[in-house]
């Protein structure tokens, strides 16, 4: 909302009106108000406004005084983003999430203090846990305007790594994979660290194989892969607890 005669200064009489750029023309209203949110009201436009006050009794010429406006437009900056991202993703660049037409010009700031952001805008997650964080992007914009801002905001999800012990069976049991007991309700086993296919079938165990183990959920985000070693044992050997592989 802009009033015209809150510009004007010294001790103006309230009994002129104002015209202006466009045909503006206030009808006798002293006040010359421009409000956005109202349709009745003209739009406020660049340019030279004049208040007169009438000729009276005793001044028998108007008076006039005069306002330019001038108007600086913000950067249209686009909304707020958020992403999901699996730990093992290791960074992302911010200002690849912003919307397309989104000027690249601003810069982010670490509101949640993370120190995981470079001056570059690349957030590393290795020191990074399971939860939401948000990076201001700024837009400085000429004055008198406001800075332009949103908010992206990046959610890093940290599965547990699986924990368990390096299993032991019985030859006589023939045990495959999926009779290994894991800690974690949904997980992938691989054959290989680096292995990017998890093993599908049902493989017999043989001893001193490992395998790889991932905690993975719902949008197939994995935590780091834990290795584990078989052991076979033949009949007569003892298990780590005592008990012996017999018949």
Known sequence: TVTLFDFLVGVPDTTGSWTGPFGYNSDGDHFGVFDESDDTLSILGEGVYTY?????????????ATVTISIVRPVTIGNDRSETFCKLDGRVNLYSLLDRDTPRTG?????????ALSTDGVLEFETLTNSIYDFRYVITNALPCDESSLIVSVQVVDLP????????????DAKRLEDIEVDVLNYNWYDALESETPIIDNPLLFDEQVYYVATVDADNCESERLEVKITILNTGEKFKNGEVCTL
């Open 52 to 64: 007169t006050v009438p000729a009276n009794a005793g001044c028998p010429d108007p008076s006039e």
């Open 107 to 115: 810069i982010f700031e670490d509101t949640d203090n993370t120190m």
């Open 161 to 172: 790594i699986p924990n368990m012990p390096d299993p032991e069976f019985c030859i006589l």
